[in-house]
């Protein structure tokens, strides 16, 4: 059974930078056959995708984001992370990690960790 | 980019069927995935593939694609089904799209 488990501070300052880690278990982030995501969802609102990165390194991000995310791997810990630069009230959310079950572009997010709250306050 | 729309809420009494569509252009052109929100709790996968049931995920819950609506189906609803619904497909074959999400009340 794989599992999926966010951590990291659940308080970050104003134009910070936010980071969060997601351990995977029962499973190995160096497989071939599945995408590594980040999704978010603000206090009373919907999901939103924020990036998803391959075995290979490679990763594609939601260009709303611009330039301030960064999502990384290390193999050596079978995990997964995402930094998230100069925060504000509006990157305040529970921050999801999910491994997408397939191939990208057609597969559905068949794990998901159990959300991280991230709160954006001085 | 790709929008999907969903009905805010649905209301349904016990025992009856919840239908929850997910509109977008073409959508029958894509696969659509639907998952299931509790308060507090990440998504749960309930359909994948327009129509297919992860393992696990009870009969009564069924999906279907054509046109420009997906519908995930609830049959006999339970008390236990109250949560919030949303849809999922693939803009291109880069970018996951979420629905607006549709709260099912179980009256």
């Known amino acids: 059974q794989v599992k999926l488990q966010e951590s990291g501070p659940g308080l970050v300052k104003p134009l910070q930078t936010l980071s969060l880690t997601c351990t995977v278990s029962?499973?190995?982030?160096?497989?071939?056959?599945?995408?590594w995501s980040w999704i978010r969802q603000s206090p009373g609102r919907g999901l939103e995708w924020l990036g998803y990165?391959?075995?290979?390194?490679?990763?594609f991000n939601n260009l709303s984001l611009k330039s301030r995310i960064t999502i990384s791997l290390d193999t050596s810990k079978n995990q997964f992370s995402l930094k998230l630069t100069s925060v504000t009230a509006a990157d305040t959310a529970v921050y999801f990690c999910?491994?997408?079950?397939?191939?990208?572009?057609?597969?559905?997010?068949?794990?998901w960790g159990q959300g991280a709250l991230v709160t954006v306050s001085s | 980019s790709y929008v999907l729309t969903q009905p805010p809420s649905v209301s349904v009494v016990p025992g009856e069927t919840a239908r929850i569509t997910c509109g977008g252009d073409?959508?029958?052109?894509?696969?659509v995935h639907w998952y299931q929100q509790k308060p507090g709790q990440a998504p749960v996968l309930v359909i994948n593939?327009?129509?297919d049931r992860p393992s696990g995920i009870p009969e009564r819950f069924s999906g279907s694609n054509s046109g420009n609506t997906a519908t995930l189906t609830i049959s006999r609803v339970e008390a236990g089904d109250e949560a919030d619904y949303y849809c999922?497909?693939?803009?291109?074959?880069?970018?996951?799209?979420f629905g607006t999400g549709t709260k099912v009340t179980v009256l």
């Open positions: 073409s959508i029958q052109s894509k696969s």
């Open positions: 029962g499973g190995s982030i160096s497989s071939t056959l599945y995408y």
């Open positions: 999922q497909v693939w803009d291109s074959s880069t970018d996951p799209v």
């Open positions: 593939y327009d129509s």
């Open positions: 990165i391959y075995h290979t390194g490679g990763t």
């Open positions: 999910a491994r997408v079950g397939g191939t990208a572009g057609n597969s559905p997010f068949d794990y």
